[in-house]
């Protein structure tokens, strides 16, 4: 099993930034991918990035320039950096881990609420 411990949400003023971080502990295999979800109130959970034990990562394509995802892979941390945070950005942002197996296991996090007033 794997736990995911999120941080760092809380609430900021439209144009802000706020940094979350996640740290996973347990049964984490060398090679997986972290990331992070949001779900705002009456919408489905979505992608905002992910980044593998490479070092690769994806964003959804409305979010790249204004946040950044970096990892410790020997901490097995994840970070998402949200920068210029619009309103629209409030939601309860989750973190994921993958361990790459077959079929790979997908863990996640309790979510950490990221609100951003106008």
């Known amino acids: 099993q794997v736990q995911l411990v999120e941080s760092g949400g809380g609430l900021v003023q439209a144009g802000g930034s706020l940094r979350l971080s996640c740290a996973a502990s347990?049964?984490?295999?060398?090679?997986?991918?972290m990331g992070w979800y949001r779900q705002a109130p009456g919408k489905q959970r979505e992608l905002v990035a992910t980044i593998t034990s490479g070092g690769i990562t994806n964003y959804d394509d409305s979010l790249k320039g204004r946040f950044a995802i970096d990892r410790d892979s020997a901490k097995n941390t994840v970070w998402l950096q949200m920068n210029s945070l619009k309103p629209e950005d409030t939601a309860v942002y989750y973190c994921?881990?993958?361990?790459?197996?077959?079929?790979?296991?997908?863990?996640w996090g309790k979510g950490t609420l990221v609100t951003v007033s106008s």
């Open positions: 347990g049964s984490v295999f060398r090679i997986n991918t």
């Open positions: 994921n881990l993958v361990n790459m197996w077959y079929p790979p296991v997908n863990y």
